[in-house]
């Protein structure tokens, strides 16, 4: 109940912040503001056969959409993107890992090609959860390599807990366990706090939709592009592919799914097993992440005895994207442990 009044609290001081923000942006330049660019095709870098091939499975009552290339006779490796991103932020794991397993990168709820349920309860955490549950056994498996990134990783870490039958091994990236981040929030470290501002104003109905869209979706470019936010190695993720994300997020009602997982998160919390968790896992840290605390990736010997962190120092929230090479080779010596 705390954690709940805590977030109504922050919304509204955030939220208000940000709509006298949002107005004065619009007032300045409200041509600049408002236009968008038509986005009708997709950009060559989503159709590059090298990356796999489009299949749509349906699993948990819902038709997803994913990206596979590798022999399906072998382990799946299943990757769980964050927000804002989709399938296409693993292309860098996808041609490493699918000459030695079934690589699946899917478009999760809400996102991109995958359907879209209108309801915002539909988007808890023990629903995304079940998801995965739904999909592995859907994807011809009956168990997988789990790997993810952000959200992804919140719904990770649950499927691991509630299911460790199902995940052989889990990597997660630049996301803490539940647990860890109620511990670090609730210690007192407003610095985080801070840094979540943008959780607690997505709880706010529209505003955020509409925010995300200023300025032909700015906001998405700074996050990936951006002095404090953005990558630092331009040649792994150049300013060029941003238009990726633009064309997904540019679609009709594409941004109010993603965002109802933040929407879900305080009132609809999942309730993880309190013991340690038993999968051998994987924690891979890009330090310079402008959202989450680095010193929250050493608190997670207390989730479990498997855990092992890595940090890439100069490196941000979107590791898996901006330190491809390194990624990768933490996560090859993690598998052939």
Same mark, same amino acid.
């Given at each position: ?29 409200? =041509? ?49 993107? @964050? ?67 952000? =959200?992804?990783?919140?719904?990770? =870490? ?32 407003? @610095? ?92 891979? =840290? @890009? ?51």
């Amino acid at each position: 109940m705390a954690a709940i009044v805590l977030c109504f609290v922050l919304t509204g001081i955030f939220g208000s912040l940000t709509v006298l923000h949002t107005v004065a942006r619009i007032i300045w330049s409200p =041509w600049r503001a408002l236009t968008k660019q038509r986005r009708d095709a997709p950009p060559s870098c989503l159709l590059d056969p090298s990356l796999g091939t489009h299949n749509y499975v349906t699993a948990n009552g819902l038709k997803f959409h994913y990206v596979s290339s590798g022999d399906k006779t072998k382990p799946l490796m299943l990757f769980l993107h @964050g927000f804002p991103e989709f399938w296409f932020s693993w292309r860098h794991q996808i041609k490493e890992f699918s000459k030695d397993y079934h690589v699946v990168a899917i478009d999760m709820r809400g996102y991109n090609e995958t359907e879209r349920p209108t309801k915002r309860s539909d988007y808890a955490v023990d629903i995304l959860q079940k998801d995965i549950i739904k999909l592995v056994p859907a994807l011809g498996h009956d168990t997988c390599i789990l790997v993810a990134h952000d =959200w992804g990783g919140v719904v990770a =870490w649950a499927v691991a807990a509630k299911n460790p039958e199902l995940v052989e091994k889990l990597i997660v990236m630049n996301c803490p366990h539940p647990r860890i981040y109620e511990m670090f929030i609730t210690e007192g470290n407003i @610095g985080q706090v801070k840094k979540s501002n943008y959780m607690y104003i997505f709880q706010l109905p529209w505003l955020p939709e509409f925010i995300l869209q200023l300025h032909d979706y700015k906001l998405l470019y700074d996050c990936f592009q951006g002095k404090e936010m953005g990558v630092h190695n331009k040649a792994s993720f150049p300013p060029s592919l941003v238009e990726a994300y633009k064309y997904v997020f540019s679609k009709p009602g594409a941004l109010t799914g993603p965002i109802n997982y933040y929407r879900c998160m305080f009132t609809q919390p999942s309730k993880l097993p309190s013991g340690p968790l038993m999968v051998p896992t994987l924690l891979i =840290w @890009g330090d310079d992440d402008a959202a989450l605390d680095k010193k929250m990736a050493d608190m997670h010997t207390s989730v479990g005895t498997n855990v092992v962190v890595k940090h890439i120092p100069n490196c941000s929230h979107w590791v898996q994207q901006d330190a491809a090479d390194t990624v990768n080779q933490y996560m090859r010596e993690f598998l052939e442990v």
